[in-house]
């Protein structure tokens, strides 16, 4: 069993920064590819980035490639997403997911809320 904490949201003006950690517990961790979801109400959730086990593989959804870089520190057990040059379509609700394959979905968090404002 894997449990996921997300933190680091907040509210932003256009163009600020925010990070994201998702910090798990569990001796699995590092065994898991580990992605960052979002959505918005009345919205699918869409993809935003994901991370392989040693962090060799990532991949971003195009709407956030060269904004947002996936970092993983498995002595922390944590995963973090540096989001640089928000926009206003950012706004969402930021979930963790963790799980045996990219993109991964077997374990999720309670998610964080990110909030850009023009």
């Known amino acids: 069993q894997l449990q996921l904490v997300e933190s680091g949201g907040g509210s932003v003006e256009t163009g600020g920064s925010l990070r994201l950690s998702c910090a798990a517990s569990g001796n699995t961790y590092t065994r898991y590819c580990v992605g960052w979801f979002r959505q918005v109400p009345g919205k699918e959730r869409e993809g935003v980035a994901s991370?392989?086990?040693?962090?060799?593989?990532?991949y971003y959804a195009d709407s956030v490639q060269g904004r947002f870089t996936i970092t993983r520190d498995n002595s922390r057990k944590t995963v973090y997403l540096q989001m640089n040059s928000l926009k206003p379509e950012d706004t969402a609700m930021y979930y963790c997911?963790?799980?045996?394959?990219?993109?991964?979905?077997?374990?999720w968090g309670q998610g964080t809320q990110v909030t850009v404002s023009s």
């Open positions: 997911a963790a799980g045996t394959y990219c993109p991964p979905g077997r374990y």
């Open positions: 991370i392989g086990t040693d962090g060799g593989y990532t």
